[in-house]
């Protein structure tokens, strides 16, 4: 059992350039979300699913873009890289609310730095 | 907007110690409460999840406790070992939109052999 995977792990982009964070999970889970980590401040939601073709946003999500057409796999996307995107980000997903089981399974972050 | 606030920041215990981590937070409204783990350079591992009608869970030397209507929640850890060296965060999900997990900002624990 995989849990949450990300790719890539580390990148490094230029200012103007785009990507897309891939995450995919292995465990049914209808919710999946991203999360920003950055230096004294908590994790902050980006965007996130709640199942196969309903994406919605969370707190900080403007540059980003996501897609979800598969219940696996939910990528995020950078349109227009900016040094304030430098960050850390996180990859979660869990089962639906009201569930037994809430808890939430994290992937290992990916590392993102834009000079 | 909740807050989600972790006091203190840094901890440092000799290898033994029983300890409390704290993590308040500003609305009572909550649906649940979780504890984490997080190691450097790793994702974050759930420890504990309290649900709003629950006062406290246990796993293992780990004793999370719920006081909702005062906003606190307390991370016991007894008998600390050099492996409980790690960050932990404690995050809140709202009653109503449940989707956004709220996080503190951590304590970062050191558990000296």
């Known amino acids: 059992n995989a849990g949450v995977t990300q790719t890539p792990k580390f990148q490094v982009l230029k200012t103007g350039q785009s990507m897309t964070l891939q995450c995919a999970q292995d465990m049914n889970h209808e919710y999946m979300s991203w999360y920003r980590q950055d230096p004294g401040m908590g994790l902050r939601l980006i965007h996130y699913s709640v199942g196969a073709g309903i994406t919605d946003q969370g707190e900080v999500p403007n540059g980003y873009n996501v897609s979800r057409s598969t219940t696996e796999d939910f990528p995020l996307r950078l349109l227009s890289a900016a040094p304030s995107q430098t960050s850390v980000y996180f990859c979660?997903?869990?089962?639906?609310?009201?569930?037994?089981?809430?808890?939430?399974?994290f992937g290992e972050g990916s590392w993102l730095t834009v000079v | 907007k909740q807050e989600v606030t972790q006091i203190p920041a840094a901890l440092s215990v000799p290898e033994g110690e029983n300890l409390v981590l704290n993590c308040s937070f500003t609305?009572?409204?909550?649906?649940?409460l979780q504890w984490f783990r997080q190691d450097p350079g790793k994702g974050l591992t759930s420890l504990l999840l309290i649900q709003s009608s629950q006062r406290e869970q246990t796993s293992g030397r780990l004793n999370a406790s719920l006081d909702k209507s005062s906003g606190r929640s307390t991370l016991y850890i007894a008998a600390s070992q050099p492996g409980d060296s790690a960050t932990y965060l404690c995050a809140v999900s709202a009653q109503t939109g449940a989707n956004n997990l709220f996080f503190g900002t951590g304590t970062r624990l050191t558990v000296i052999p």
């Open positions: 609305d009572s409204a909550i649906y649940n």
């Open positions: 979660a997903s869990r089962r639906r609310q009201g569930s037994s089981g809430n808890t939430i399974y």
